[in-house]
């Protein structure tokens, strides 16, 4: 794949992110058991971006192996990363391999996020930055969250609290770190700005 691929560094393992090529040429290079793993799926755009994260990962491990839980959530077998999560836009995909439970998001900034706050974010959580972009960065951390729960029925108001953000991130768009809840547990999340148009959070 290799286009614009950059390597992120995290305390239980590693975050790739690169551009999305075109379908026809994701399926061109596409293994067999790739292919079939799109076999069901007709939709173009989500043919790309299965095939996208697949292609990321078969870079970073040849040997690794996918299997999907019946919720559809991959699972990598018999490799030295025992989680993974992905995640995709519309031109670029994330793929975290990690020790632990793990959870990857990666957006544009130029989706309507303000559309559906009210469903994903409390009023105290949005009083903790006046960013222009902290609806955006407070989804990813919660879609991030949500991936490293693994479970389904999760609630991202009730069961996802955004505790502190350090440091600020009101004037610059520089590294930040976030604490949350997550159920009874808390997660320490980082979030990246990949260039002027995404962003991406990941729990460490």
Known sequence: MGRNLTIYPTQWGQI???QIPDKELLER???????????DIVA???????????ALLRELS???????????????HD????????????????VALSLEPCGVDIERYDR???????????????LLSTHKDWAAMVWCAKEA??????????????????????????????????????????IELSGIPIDEDHILVFTL
Not at 29 to 39: D, F, R
Not at 62 to 76: D, F, H, I, M, T
């Open 145 to 186: 969250l949500f991936k490293m729960a693994g479970r389904e029925g999760v609630d991202f108001k009730r069961d996802m609290q955004i505790i502190s953000v350090e440091p600020p991130v009101d004037v610059n768009r520089g590294c930040w770190h976030l604490v949350a809840q997550l159920f009874d547990v808390k």
């Open 29 to 39: 290079e596409a293994t067999e058991e790739e292919l079939c793993s799109v076999a």
């Open 16 to 18: 790739a992110v690169a």
């Open 44 to 54: 173009p755009s989500r043919r790309r971006e299965r095939l996208a994260w697949r």
């Open 79 to 94: 490799f030295q990363y025992k989680h993974i999560s992905v995640s995709h836009c519309r031109d670029f995909v994330a």
């Open 112 to 126: 309507n996020f303000g559309r559906v706050r009210s469903r994903y974010m409390s009023e105290r959580e949005a």
């Open 62 to 76: 040849p040997a690794a192996e996918v299997e999907y839980q019946p919720s559809g959530k991959p699972l990598l």
